[in-house]
């Protein structure tokens, strides 16, 4: 069990450029979750997926925002057109069904800065 | 729609001494869990503590543990014997029924550890 890593841990880009993070959840987590933090704030919920099938979105992913998970495995968060607002710590967590009420492991996050 | 409130930004203890977190959340669901989490400086999140709310008895975990009102709405965490260690942001939780499972989080509390 190596825990849930995620790729890259930083990313600098200029607005208007798109970027792409990535997420391994731990091996056996069939549940995966991203959540975006900004500075002073609690990560806030922004999709999650069931196996490959992403079951829900938040409000707060707009359409330049797509995640994906093929074959259920590692996922993909995609920004298009990077904005300023969009620079924040983006933070990838994995569960399994039984775990207890399906507790989350954290990654150590993707950090996005815009400029 | 949840929210977790916490309205401390800043606490500090010194080392041995006993510190309490307040939260307070808004739900209208009888069956949800609640969960403390820790944010080391630049290190990724981690479970400090569970509660689910059908359970009357309050969850404790070594010098951890929390005071569950649930008519009172109030989740505070309790952290006896204070070492430099626990020094992080600290977040409150609420997970609400559901397959779903996603986490809506507080603000954080940023607890210093003095000598």
């Known amino acids: 069990d190596t825990g849930v890593s995620q790729n890259p841990r930083h990313k600098i880009t200029k607005r208007g450029q798109n970027v792409t993070f990535r997420c391994d959840p731990i091996s056996e987590h069939n549940r995966l979750y991203w959540y975006r933090q900004t500075l002073g704030q609690g990560p806030e919920f922004l999709t999650y997926?069931?196996?490959?099938?992403?079951?829900?979105k938040s409000r707060l992913l707009s359409d330049r925002f797509s995640a994906e998970r093929p074959k259920g495995s590692f996922s993909t968060l995609e920004i298009q057109r990077t904005e300023q607002g969009d620079s924040a710590m983006y933070l990838c967590?994995?569960?399994?069904?039984?775990?207890?009420?399906?507790?989350?492991?954290f990654g150590p996050g993707t950090r996005l800065t815009v400029t | 729609a949840q929210t977790v409130t916490q309205s401390q930004p800043e606490m500090s203890v010194q080392e041995a001494e006993t510190v309490t977190l307040s939260c307070t959340y808004d739900?209208?669901?009888?069956?949800?869990?609640l969960f403390w989490y820790k944010q080391p400086p630049s290190r990724q999140m981690i479970l400090v503590i569970r509660q689910e709310a059908y359970k009357q008895q309050n969850a404790t975990e070594n010098r951890f543990s929390v005071n569950f009102q649930k008519a009172a709405k109030s989740f505070s965490l309790k952290i006896s014997d204070s070492q430099l260690g626990d020094a992080a942001m600290y977040f409150c939780?609420?997970?609400?029924?559901?397959?779903?499972?996603?986490?809506?989080f507080g603000t954080g509390t940023r607890l210093q550890v003095t000598l």
């Open positions: 997926f069931q196996n490959e099938a992403q079951l829900e």
């Open positions: 967590a994995s569960s399994y069904d039984y775990l207890p009420r399906y507790e989350q492991y």
């Open positions: 739900t209208s669901e009888s069956d949800y869990y």
């Open positions: 939780a609420y997970q609400g029924p559901g397959t779903a499972s996603k986490l809506t």
